[in-house]
């Protein structure tokens, strides 16, 4: 069964870092891009970015530009968020998801081949 398990959320103070990991099993890892998504309560889903199957990166959003990066490790079948900079209007759930090809999904969720519970990120002033 495939899956996807987002960690590494938490509380953190603003202008603060960090680093959200996503680990993947059940399919194989290197033949998908991996996206990262969040959701603030009471908000739409927002795409934020993805990096294919050959290490590209696309932005879905410029207000994470300059501040969050992608990476993964196919030795690990896992891929990571770095936040540096945050802001409170960062808080949300951060989810992960794996498609063949990197897509903004944020409208239609259901179109992800595989997407992650998500884990709390919380960004005080």
């Known amino acids: 069964e495939a899956q996807l398990v987002e960690s590494g959320g938490g509380l953190v103070q603003a202008g603060g870092s960090l680093r959200l990991s996503c680990a993947a099993s059940?399919?194989?890892?290197?033949?998908?891009?991996m996206a990262w998504f969040r959701q603030a309560p009471g908000k739409e889903p927002e795409g934020l970015l993805c990096?294919?199957?050959?290490?590209?990166?696309?932005y879905f959003t410029e207000s994470v530009k300059g501040r969050f990066t992608i990476s993964r490790d196919n030795a690990k079948n896992t891929a990571y968020l770095q936040m540096n900079s945050l802001k409170p209007e960062d808080t949300a759930n951060y989810y992960c998801?794996?498609?063949?090809?990197?897509?903004?999904?944020?409208?239609?969720?259901?179109?992800?081949?595989?997407r992650g519970q998500g884990t709390q990120v919380t960004v005080s002033s």
């Open positions: 998801a794996a498609d063949l090809l990197c897509f903004d999904y944020s409208g239609a969720l259901y179109l992800h081949d595989y």
């Open positions: 059940g399919f194989t890892f290197n033949d998908y891009a």
């Open positions: 990096m294919s199957s050959s290490n590209v990166t696309t």
